[in-house]
């Protein structure tokens, strides 16, 4: 036991010296924790930096060869150290609290970026992110593409009526759980000109009820199923109710990449919030 206790101990200290090698380094290091925030690098030109992400980002195609150090709210100190970087970069949920407390004893630099998914956030995290690479003027041109598909989904909205949206996480045949408000997928559906119900009712993901789906009668059902490609008919067969709905008569049923919505919205929620807003409102575009 004391001989796997002084081993550990050794492998520990070994690699805080090679993150304390890692700030020596001319060229950054990142490791990036949050599907947002990694696209959101690569978008600024920064991509070639990143060492490593969580186990989440997913896009660009580029990102799919870099090592995964696990689920961003479960991360490991050693797997961390081990890449040596120079900085880690995520949302303000990364953890847990102990992996973090040990890089920054390890001299790790950590930039922790809000996780909230308004267009404000959006702007911040850009920005934010910009000034953090030495990319400031890359960051305002990111931001000002991305605010013009926002102004671009507006436009399209104009002063129609608001469809009534939710979104559903696809469940199999169990029941459904569906976004309240202070999630990303209930920003999504405000930039895009749709209303969610049940962002005044509930924060977070919530199940719902056959009965209680029935009564908020959406016009539009946006869902996610974790990359499985679940088809719009294959929900209904998975939850006959969607039909009795205004949203599954109609044939509105939206599939949504869940790494859209997941590590923070990115620079790609403009042309989302575009093609949403398409959706929505089918007459004006």
């Known amino acids: 036991m004391k001989a796997f206790k002084r081993l550990s101990t050794i492998i520990i200290a070994t690699l805080f010296a090679m993150a304390a090698q890692a700030k020596e380094i001319s060229t950054p290091r990142i490791i990036s924790a949050g599907s947002g925030v990694t696209e959101i690098i690569y978008a600024l030109g920064a991509g070639d930096q990143i060492v490593a992400v969580d186990s989440i980002s997913a896009y660009p195609e580029d990102v799919k060869s870099l090592p995964r150090l696990g689920y961003l709210k479960q991360l490991s100190a050693e797997g961390i150290l081990a890449m040596q970087p120079s ?23 950590i930039a922790t970026l809000p996780l909230k998914s308004d267009a404000e956030s959006i702007q911040h995290r850009i ?17 000002q593409s991305v605010s013009d598909s926002f102004a671009e989904a507006r436009n399209i ?28 997928a209930n920003s999504l559906i405000e930039l895009a000109g749709g209303i969610n119900p049940t962002a005044s009712q509930f924060a977070s993901y919530k199940p719902l009820s056959n009965e209680a789906l029935l009564q908020l009668a959406p016009d539009v059902v946006l869902y996610s199923d974790q990359g499985k490609g679940t088809t719009p008919q294959q929900l209904i067969d998975m939850q006959p109710v969607l039909q009795q709905t205004p949203a599954g008569k109609s044939g509105r049923m939206i599939a949504i990449e869940p790494n859209m919505l997941l590590g923070g919205l990115g620079p790609r929620t403009g042309e989302l919030a575009v ?5 929505f409102f089918p007459a004006k575009s």
């Not at 303000?92 to 890089?103: A, K, R, S, V």
């Open 87 to 109: 900085i880690l970069i995520g949302t303000e949920d990364m953890g847990p609290p102990t992996t973090m407390e040990q890089l920054k004893s390890a001299g790790v630099n």
């Open 157 to 184: 909205a104009g002063e129609q009526k608001k469809p009534t949206v939710l979104f559903m996480l696809a469940m199999g045949g169990r029941t459904p759980y569906v976004a309240g408000n202070n999630t990303a």
């Open 275 to 279: 093609e949403l807003a398409k959706a």
């Open 127 to 143: 920005l934010s992110l910009a000034k953090i690479l030495d990319k400031e003027q890359e960051g305002k041109q990111l931001w």
